[in-house]
Each structure stands twice: as structure tokens, then as C-alpha cells.
């Protein structure tokens, strides 16, 4: 239970520091009459703004080059934000005297085109066909993407220990048989550094592009796109390759896009100030584990902590899931299901352990449960709601 606690900490913490936990300003920002004064506004003038941080160490939102104190829900706004965001504002009076400054939608807002910042999880996404024949049905690839299931079966399928290395293997490509083995994870070696360095390559080379970087060698959609066009140019004449190897291609196909749907959805719900984002953690020699982040908005914009639900199932420890709550910095939530009562046996015998562990951390746990059977099936599953999105389903 140590090990998957860890895993979803380091994860989130990891996510949350390539801006995951960074939401955008959707909500009017309301100001005295004398801050409206300082500032000189007048009705209709469009101000600029920028997320700042303020002598006192707290993230402050600079009003043309002024900083200006919030209230409550403005403050809550604002914590969820990241240092150096940029807003256009519109000045608007209120009639008992207050001040609304009303984000603006940016430009590729205002042409239906969803906008991915540097800070944010999701990165921009430029996707080609996995597929080079006619759409017949008239449903894009980006739609089919979006109806794909959630599971990333083929991802998971394709990762098992061995599989990727013996198809490396049969098609002489030691190159590509050497990145996949420095992507790999060693549960022995397991770290929290080495978590966050899986979490990052796993976003895709969109991420990294977006930030002006290039992306990292590691980068599992980067080695797959390198195999698919090994595979497909088996599917020319001569070519020489076995049907045991070319039987992989419909798998290969399947693994792009599981992440890719991951990736869109990762999309839509960041343009409604939410996050969503599947991963498949590849080990060496174990099963692979499957991790969610989640965080839904309130009514009111603004976000709430984040989730973050780890599934593994091996020969030794059967399936296991771990929902791992956290709130704000410093606290989290734990809760575990197990199949088998070994297991439950272990996870209560380290429970103290871990509590300590995380403790020593800087973390505070309200609650850690340890149940037996599968996660119970939650009817509130959180799926994006499509709010002001549009999608575009021809061909």
C-alpha cells in the first residue's frame, strides 16, 4: 500500500507541477469603489491584469502594474492560478458602487478554437489519422477518439513486461528495443523523482513543444508512432516480416490512440476548468498500473482538490485499487480496496507506517480505510460536461 500511496502522490505532485493544478480566470473579479478610483477605470475601458507574486509570498493579481487585494472568492480564484498568466479585463460599475473586472475570452476563444497554455496539462494537439483510408462514415478521428473507451485496454495490453521488447526484438530494431528499456520501471528502484519523470514524459511531446522545449527522450507516443511506421512498412511487398509480428499492428494502432483519446479529453475538460487525465505506468516486471487525475469545478468556478485513483492487479497481490484524495498541499485522503484478505492483512500492518511516513513528509491524513472487495462502481463518475464546447464531427 506504501508503494501505490506513494505512486499517486508523486504522480499528482508531478502533474501538478507542469501547472495541472492551474485553473484559468472565469469569473469576475469584484472591486471597492476606492480600487476603482486608484485605477482611474472607466466603464467599458479594457485593463490588463497578470497573476504576480507579492512581497508577502502570496500569488497577486497586478492591475495595470497595481496590485489590488481581493475578496474571498476573487483570493480562491486566484490560489488556484499560476505565476504569470496574463488576462484582458473589462472595467464595468456596479450600482451599489463596486467594480466588475470581467475576464475576456482570448482570440482563439472568440473563434471557437480551444486555447492550451504552457502551464496547462493538456497539451495543444496536432493529430494525424492512425489511418490512411477514406471516412466513410463521416465521423472525424477527433470524434471517434472522444467515443473511444476510457480503460486503455490496448495501451495496457501492449506494455505488459515483454511484449514491446520482443516485438523490438523480431524487428532488429535495437535502437528502439533500448529506449523502451530506460522508459521502464523497476519497482525496485521506485522513487518519487522517478515518478515525476515518468508522469511528465507520459503527457506527450505537445506538452513540452507548447513550453518552447523540446520534448524528452522518453517519450512513450513519440517511440509507438517509430514502431507503427516499422510495421507498416511491412505491409509492403517483400518486406519480410512474420504474421506473428505484423498481428501487432492493429494493437500498435489501438495503444496511439488510447493516448491520444486520453489527450483529448484531457482537453475538453480543461476548457471547462476541469481536469481529466489517464495514464498506464509500464514496469519492467509487474503488471502495468493505471492512474486517473481528477478535479471537477463547482458551481461557482472554482476548483476543488484533486483525486487521483491508482488500479493495479498481479499474480501477488491480486487487483488493488487506492483512491488518494488531496486537499490543498498538506492534506490527503486514503482509501484502499483488496480482493485478498493477505493483502488487506499487509495494508493494515503498514498502515501506521504509512501514516508516519507521509507525516514526515509534511502531509496530514484525515482519513485512511482499508476495505475489502472491489471498488464500489460510483454512479458520479466524473466525464466532461461539454459546457460551450462544440464539436465538429465531420469528415
Do not use: C
Not at 495595470?64 to 488576462?87: D, H
Not at 477518439?145 to 524487428?171: C, I, K, T, W
Not at 507503427?228 to 495503444?255: H, I, T
Amino acid at each position: 500500500m506504501i508503494a501505490l500511496a506513494e505512486t499517486a502522490l508523486s504522480s499528482g505532485r508531478a502533474l501538478a507541477e507542469l501547472g495541472g493544478g492551474s485553473a484559468r480566470l472565469n469569473s469576475p473579479i469584484v472591486l471597492l469603489a476606492e480600487q476603482a478610483q486608484a485605477l482611474g477605470l472607466s466603464q467599458d475601458e479594457v485593463v490588463l491584469a497578470m497573476v504576480e507574486t507579492l512581497p508577502s509570498g502570496v500569488l497577486g493579481l497586478m492591475v495595470q502594474g497595481q496590485a489590488v487585494s481581493l475578496n474571498p472568492a476573487g483570493q480562491a480564484q486566484l490560489a488556484q492560478m499560476t505565476k504569470g498568466e496574463r488576462y484582458s479585463l473589462k472595467a464595468k460599475p456596479n450600482p451599489n458602487g463596486t467594480w466588475n473586472l470581467t475576464p475576456l475570452p482570448s482570440k482563439a476563444e472568440e473563434a471557437g478554437v480551444i486555447e492550451v497554455g504552457a502551464q496547462d496539462i493538456s497539451p495543444r494537439l496536432q493529430m494525424a489519422p492512425l489511418f490512411t483510408g477514406e471516412l466513410k462514415s463521416g465521423i472525424s478521428n477527433i470524434a471517434k477518439l472522444l467515443y473511444r473507451p476510457e480503460n486503455m485496454s490496448d495501451l495496457s495490453e501492449l506494455v505488459q513486461p515483454g511484449v514491446l521488447n520482443d516485438l523490438f526484438e523480431a524487428l532488429a530494431r535495437p535502437d528502439l528495443l533500448q529506449l523502451w528499456e530506460g522508459m521502464q520501471i523497476e519497482e525496485a528502484a521506485l522513487t518519487p523523482d522517478l515518478l515525476r519523470e515518468v508522469v511528465r514524459n507520459f503527457l506527450g511531446p505537445e506538452a513540452w513543444l507548447a513550453k518552447g522545449r523540446l520534448p524528452p527522450a522518453k517519450d512513450i507516443k513519440g517511440l509507438l508512432h517509430r514502431l507503427l511506421s516499422s510495421l507498416e512498412q511491412g505491409l509492403k511487398p517483400g518486406a519480410g516480416l512474420s504474421s506473428q509480428v505484423m498481428s501487432k499492428l492493429p494493437l500498435v494502432r489501438g495503444a496511439l490512440e488510447d493516448l491520444e483519446s486520453a489527450q483529448v479529453r484531457a482537453v475538453q475538460a480543461q476548457a471547462q476548468n476541469e481536469v481529466l487525465f489517464k495514464m498506464v505506468l509500464p514496469f519492467k516486471n509487474e503488471e502495468p498500473v493505471h492512474l486517473t487525475f481528477r478535479r471537477t469545478s463547482n458551481q461557482w468556478g472554482l476548483t476543488s482538490g484533486m483525486t487521483v485513483n491508482v488500479y493495479s492487479e498481479s499474480q501477488a497481490l491480486g487487483p488493488v485499487w487506492l483512491k488518494t484524495d488531496l486537499h490543498a498541499k498538506d492534506h490527503v485522503d486514503l482509501t484502499m480496496w483488496a480482493n485478498r484478505p493477505e493483502v488487506l492483512e499487509r495494508a493494515h500492518a503498514g498502515a501506521e507506517f504509512l501514516t508516519q511516513t507521509l507525516q514526515e513528509a509534511g502531509l496530514a491524513v484525515g482519513r485512511l480505510d482499508i476495505l475489502p472487495g472491489p471498488r464500489p462502481e460510483t454512479t458520479g463518475e466524473f466525464v466532461p460536461s461539454g459546457r460551450g464546447l462544440v464539436v465538429d464531427i465531420a469528415a
